[in-house]
């Protein structure tokens, strides 16, 4: 019993785990795989309530039908993104991929990841948003997470201010190279094997141009405005994040924003070097108008 409450201690402090579970009990691995995840779970859903215990929900989270919430806030992208046909199935997977972080979904999310550590992470997202103390100070102090095809956001969305974030727009956008074109339903080739292609150093590039191109967008009426909003984005509010490229990450958004459908180029732009050779590929980089006008000019 004392190397399973080392065991606990050390995963509520650090999010680490012994990965074969051998201090709990079990007739094969897989037993004590299951054992030892269920007891971490349950110490974590016991910590987040304790530490959740009599804090006020924000006033700040307003009550909204969240898959239409999510569908008007990815609706832009995915239009701009993806052929007609595409479109619907495309975000039809979108609308319901994010899972928004509150005293009614936070244990049903714990009890049903299936990496501790992941849990762990959710668990300080979520204590974060209430103004909680944190399970550790190394835990990250974010405000979204996603996980394969779901994006989980944080109740701190709500009462972002901040001109050129949307985190969910952020985080739906890593779905598209995480998520396989048959997993919904479209056809897929030898090089379009995911919802969209993408150089593998460039994807936190593509999801941060598509963060501030909508948020440039729903700002903005012409194309004069989007060009100034760039210039204000590059002076005032880069992301402080050194997985991207600042200069890069500019020219794409002036780039972006010189167009009708700044969507395209921001994919061209984070597309792999084959992608941009190949025909079957490049059919979808192709500068078009969208198929409605970008931008659903709604604000966080």
């Given at each position: 019993m004392?190397?399973?409450?080392?065991?606990?201690?050390?995963?509520?402090r650090?999010?680490?785990?012994?990965?074969?579970?051998?201090?709990?009990?079990g007739?094969?691995?897989?037993?004590?795989e299951?054992n030892?995840?269920?007891?971490?779970?349950?110490?974590?859903?016991?910590?987040?309530e304790?530490?959740a215990?009599?804090?006020?929900?924000?006033?700040?989270?307003?009550?909204?039908?969240?898959?239409?919430?999510?569908?008007s806030?990815?609706?832009?992208?995915?239009r701009?993104l993806f052929?007609?046909?595409?479109q619907?199935?495309?975000?039809g997977?979108?609308?319901?991929s994010?899972?928004?972080?509150?005293?009614e979904?936070?244990?049903?999310?714990?009890?049903g990841?299936?990496?501790?550590?992941?849990?762990?992470?959710?668990?300080?997202?979520?204590?974060?948003?209430?103004?909680?103390?944190?399970?550790?100070d190394?835990?990250?102090?974010?405000?979204?997470?996603?996980?394969e095809?779901?994006?989980?956001?944080?109740?701190?969305?709500?009462?972002?201010?901040?001109?050129?974030?949307?985190?969910i727009?952020?985080?739906?956008?890593?779905?598209?190279?995480?998520?396989?074109r048959?997993?919904?339903g479209?056809?897929?080739?030898?090089?379009?094997e995911?919802l969209?292609?993408?150089?593998f150093?460039?994807?936190?590039?593509?999801?941060?141009c598509?963060e501030?191109?909508?948020?440039?967008?729903a700002?903005?009426?012409?194309?004069?405005e989007?060009?100034?909003?760039?210039?204000e984005?590059?002076?005032?509010?880069?992301p402080?994040?050194?997985?991207?490229?600042?200069a890069?990450?500019?020219?794409?958004?002036?780039?972006?924003?010189a167009?009708r459908?700044?969507?395209?180029?921001?994919?061209a732009?984070?597309?792999p070097?084959?992608?941009?050779?190949?025909?079957?590929v490049?059919?979808?980089l192709?500068?078009?108008a969208?198929?409605?006008?970008?931008?659903?000019r709604?604000?966080?």
């Amino acid at each position: 019993m004392s190397d399973q409450r080392e065991e606990v201690e050390r995963y509520l402090r650090s999010g680490n785990y012994e990965s074969y579970f051998h201090a709990w009990p079990g007739d094969t691995l897989v037993a004590q795989e299951r054992n030892g995840s269920d007891a971490l779970k349950r110490a974590l859903i016991d910590a987040v309530e304790k530490r959740a215990a009599d804090l006020p929900v924000p006033a700040s989270v307003p009550r909204l039908d969240m898959v239409a919430f999510t569908r008007s806030k990815v609706e832009p992208m995915v239009r701009g993104l993806f052929p007609g046909i595409e479109q619907e199935q495309v975000l039809g997977v979108l609308e319901r991929s994010v899972v928004y972080l509150t005293p009614e979904t936070i244990h049903p999310v714990l009890e049903g990841m299936a990496w501790p550590h992941t849990a762990w992470a959710l668990a300080n997202l979520y204590l974060g948003s209430l103004g909680a103390e944190l399970l550790s100070d190394e835990a990250p102090r974010i405000v979204g997470m996603s996980v394969e095809t779901s994006c989980y956001v944080s109740m701190e969305y709500f009462r972002d201010t901040f001109r050129f974030a949307d985190y969910i727009i952020h985080e739906t956008a890593h779905i598209f190279h995480n998520c396989k074109r048959r997993t919904v339903g479209l056809r897929e080739t030898r090089y379009r094997e995911w919802l969209l292609e993408l150089e593998f150093r460039k994807r936190e590039t593509f999801a941060y141009c598509c963060e501030a191109y909508s948020r440039i967008l729903a700002l903005s009426a012409r194309a004069s405005e989007r060009a100034g909003l760039v210039e204000e984005l590059a002076e005032e509010a880069m992301p402080d994040d050194d997985r991207i490229d600042a200069a890069e990450y500019v020219d794409i958004l002036r780039e972006a924003a010189a167009v009708r459908n700044g969507w395209k180029r921001i994919l061209a732009r984070c597309a792999p070097d084959r992608a941009r050779r190949r025909p079957d590929v490049t059919h979808g980089l192709q500068e078009r108008a969208p198929d409605s006008a970008p931008g659903s000019r709604s604000a966080n």
